[in-house]
């Protein structure tokens, strides 16, 4: 088959869309399939990534969203466009990752190209709200993060950033990206709970559940017999706001009570590792 994808981030980008978009391409072009994959431009890094013979990554211009640089609000190129959907010759598959404009982008190809259009729901965008708002968009989160050392103002401050979003707004955006992905003919989805957000919303596009999956031939690891040393915690993950990582701070913070030699390593980055520094800081 050949297939176009359309993803709003990939390499060199590290995150669970990019690395899932990788190893599927990668694993179907070992077997013929053919790919284009669209994709952001990062700059110099773009091909720092090897790809199968069969895959062709097309970039496109961006400018970096304010509340979150990493993530890469997509510029208009019809020549891109088109030259994404005719450098193989007639796709017979367009698969949307992302309902971002590189997303709606692989809508509309499906409509020009009268080509068959699915999508994977990797995760539930209305938890992604936070970076849309007028509070992360304007910076003013960077400017609290100036006053967070007073402990005093801080706890204030807590309150109102975590104060839940509206729920009418949570409902129009998860509206927006379903009516996204109901155009397409198939919805998968990494998991069976976002399966069940997307029957109790409503979803009418048939939903499967394909776990991305991981290659364990890259873990070689052996399992060795752990030392009588204080307990060692260690979290690895896209430090986040949705992802609520303060969470891990605060737990630890108890069990540091109870068991003082205990330690934590957190290794990541993200646009919440400033105001996570501050809570470490905190909490001592």
């Known amino acids: 088959m050949k297939i176009v994808i359309f993803t709003d981030t990939f390499l060199p980008k590290i995150d669970g869309v990019g690395i899932s978009v990788e190893n599927f391409s990668k694993i179907l072009a070992h077997k013929g399939h053919q790919f284009v994959i669209c994709a952001p431009s990062y700059g110099k890094d773009d091909d720092i990534v ?41 796709p017979d598959l367009i698969h949307i990752q992302t309902p971002g404009l590189l997303g709606q982008y692989g809508v509309m190809a499906s409509r020009m190209y009268g080509v068959p259009m699915i999508g994977t729901y990797h995760t539930l965008v209305s ?33 109102i950033e975590r104060k839940p979003s509206k729920t009418i707004k949570k409902r129009i955006i998860f509206r927006l990206c379903n009516s996204l992905y109901e155009t397409g003919r198939l919805i998968i989805s990494p998991s069976h ?27 070689k690891g052996e399992v060795k017999q752990a030392p009588h040393n204080p307990p060692r915690f260690v979290h690895v993950g896209r430090i986040s706001y949705e992802k609520n990582c303060e969470v891990v701070l605060r737990a630890f913070s108890l069990i540091r009570e109870k068991i003082p030699d205990a330690t934590l390593d957190i290794y990541g980055d993200g646009p919440a590792i400033t105001s996570l520094r501050i809570e470490a800081h905190q909490l001592g």
């Open 50 to 90: 090897p790809m199968h013979e069969n895959i062709r990554v097309i970039r496109f211009k961006n400018a970096p969203l304010p509340s979150y640089p990493e993530i890469k609000v997509v510029l208009p190129s019809h020549k891109r466009l088109r030259e994404a959907m005719t450098v193989m010759g007639q």
């Open 127 to 159: 938890e992604q709200d936070t970076y849309i708002s007028l509070y992360r968009l304007l910076k003013v989160d960077s400017l609290i993060n100036l006053f967070k050392s007073d402990k005093s103002v801080k706890k204030r401050l807590d309150k």
């Open 193 to 219: 709970l976002i399966r069940q957000e997307l029957m109790a919303e409503g979803v009418t596009t048939p939903v499967e559940v394909i776990s991305n999956g991981m290659d364990l031939s890259q873990f």
